[in-house]
């Protein structure tokens, strides 16, 4: 495994937001790196759950099917050393590994400004890379709540970035009958059809 991912070069942000009393979820952008035009989604969750949880959010909110390994990495500067993930990783892992069936988006987040941004790294064969930033705090209740996106997830086991962008230039063909890249509708978004299929690596 990579030593640590490296952020592309840094862009400016907003001055952060401080957590309100009654602010106990977390608005979060994801898309993926690599792919023009970008593939993208923007969810709330409770910032109660663990990371395992916020990983199956994520699965679902893309639209993966959740049948490879993943990994949070995270960490100062450029180089992203630090993961979040399952166990089995910790002995891969060159900066510090926390559980991601304990950890917590609260307690990860802690008394920080936001926005944070962290890479979600989805099978480690097709490396497909995505950013997730944790953009504002906000109240409410109840499980993830899609907001907006656009484009659709790439067929699982298609080959990277690199196949993707072929077959969206017209270079190889989609050999995924029906997909349509430009395909997305929030409302069709279940954030329990993926636990049924999941294996951990």
């Known amino acids: 495994m990579n030593s640590g991912l490296i952020f592309p070069a840094q862009r ?11 602010e106990n979820r977390v608005v979060v952008k994801v898309f993926l790196y690599g792919i023009q035009p970008q593939i993208w989604r923007r969810f709330s969750i409770s910032a109660d759950i663990t990371f395992i949880q916020f990983s199956d959010a994520v ?3 893309m ?3 959740n049948k490879s390994p993943h990994e949070f990495r995270h960490g100062k500067g450029k180089r992203l050393v630090d993961v979040i993930g399952p166990i089995g990783l910790e002995d891969q892992t060159a900066g510090e590994f926390q559980d991601e069936a304990v950890l917590t988006v609260k307690n990860f987040l802690g008394k920080r400004r936001l926005p944070i941004r962290i890479l979600y790294r989805y099978d480690f064969a097709d490396e497909w890379i995505h950013e997730i930033v944790f953009e504002k705090w906000t109240a409410g209740e109840g499980g993830p709540e899609v907001l907006e996106g656009e484009r659709a997830c790439p067929p699982e086991d298609f080959g990277g970035t690199f196949q993707y962008m072929q077959a969206l230039h017209g270079e190889i063909e989609w050999a995924h009958p029906g997909y349509d890249p430009e395909a997305f509708d929030p409302k069709t978004v279940s954030f329990e059809q993926k636990k049924a299929v999941k294996k951990r690596k």
Do not use: T
């Open 63 to 65: 639209g993966w099917d």
């Open 12 to 22: 400016s942000q907003a001055r952060g937001m401080a957590k309100a009393k009654d």
């Open 59 to 61: 699965q679902s909110v």
